[in-house]
């Protein structure tokens, strides 16, 4: 079952190769924008809860400003270090992106 919650409205998403923390629904989300194309995961690093989007991107990977764990944007993987962040489903709604929360 979905949850879609705004988030953001187009104009106030990241700009192309940057992210940023935003909260939709209550959920404290990560946005990356990678080249054009956005993604949303769970916002705290599941290592140490650094705040996602507060990192940078790196080859589809946004990656934690604290201890650089890098989690792959489109499966939320961190292959590296066994671990793994939620990712969440976007649409476009008009001017508004929508997250779904479920
Ligand atoms: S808290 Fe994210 S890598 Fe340590």
Redesign the pocket.
């Known amino acids: 079952m979905s949850n879609w919650v705004k988030i953001c409205t187009q104009s106030d998403a990241p700009s192309a190769g940057s992210v940023g923390e935003y909260v939709a629904g209550g959920v404290d989300i990560c946005l990356a924008n990678a080249d054009g194309k956005l993604s949303a995961v769970d916002n705290w690093?599941p290592?140490?809860?650094?705040p996602l989007g507060q990192g940078w991107l790196e080859d589809g990977k946004v990656v934690?400003p604290?201890?650089?764990?890098g989690f792959n944007l489109t499966t939320g993987d961190c292959p590296e270090e066994h671990s793994k962040v939620a990712v969440f489903a976007l649409k476009l709604e008009g001017e508004d992106i929508l997250v779904d929360i479920a």
């Open positions: 690093c290592h140490r809860r650094g934690c604290w201890h650089a764990w």
